[in-house]
């Protein structure tokens, strides 16, 4: 039977989700990107950039958010949600942690505390919730620091919760997890080239040009 083969896309991984104090991420990082946050417009109904003022040269700028690809590792608790489906991942398997506004933030204070910005693959990532805040319709905190998951659990369902704590950068000192996250990172870098492979119509044109009697010039 032949074997069809895919078109090499990267189908995307869960995201890690803060949503119970007390829990922990360790992960192995694999690659970063940063790319513009997009809401719905209600009107449109499509997704569009967040507008975040102007830059100093006057030009329009978007929010931005961080994903960080990484491999599990044991001792994560944390739960990793794509669609309607959400589990504890097992060492070993591929997440995503998306992080917007302060959460981005801290990435940004925790790389550059390690290494002075330096990012390496097999690099942990460790993400640990210690409170939470509430938000009212507009997006604006409100309350004071919860602290607890009783209190947390009190909170109204109409409520959104925001759920925070350190983010931490180390490097990895464990061969088998960087060579977990250095293999995820060669596959998905093999899945871009393939991705941007230019397919090429071949036909009988290519066959009769590169044919069996073909003299190589070496």
């Known amino acids: 039977m032949a074997i069809e083969l895919n078109d090499g896309a990267r189908s995307a991984a869960p995201v890690i989700r803060l949503q119970r104090l007390g829990e922990v991420a360790q992960l192995a990082v694999v690659r970063t990107e940063q790319r513009n946050r997009l809401r719905k417009n209600l009107a449109t109904g499509e997704m569009e950039p967040i507008p975040n003022g102007k830059d100093r040269s006057g030009n329009p700028k978007v929010k931005q958010e961080i994903v960080i690809h990484c491999v599990a590792m044991p001792g994560t608790t944390m739960e990793a949600k794509l669609g309607d489906e959400a589990a504890v991942p097992a060492p070993g398997e591929r997440v995503r942690v998306i992080l917007k506004a302060k959460g981005f933030g801290d990435w940004i204070e925790a790389r550059k505390q390690h ?54 950068l180390t490097e990895g000192t464990s061969n088998q997890w960087i060579e977990a996250a250095e293999q995820a990172y060669r596959n998905d870098q093999s899945a871009e080239r393939q991705q941007r492979a230019i397919p090429l119509d071949a036909g009988d044109d290519f066959a009769d040009e590169f044919g069996d009697d073909e003299e190589l010039p070496f």
């Open 115 to 168: 290494r002075r910005g330096k990012l390496n693959v097999g690099d942990v990532l460790t993400l640990e919730t210690r409170w939470a805040l509430q938000y009212d319709q507009d997006g604006n905190p409100k309350g004071t620091k919860i602290e607890t998951q009783a209190e947390a659990d009190a909170v109204p369902r109409n409520v959104t919760v925001g759920f925070y704590g350190p983010v931490h």
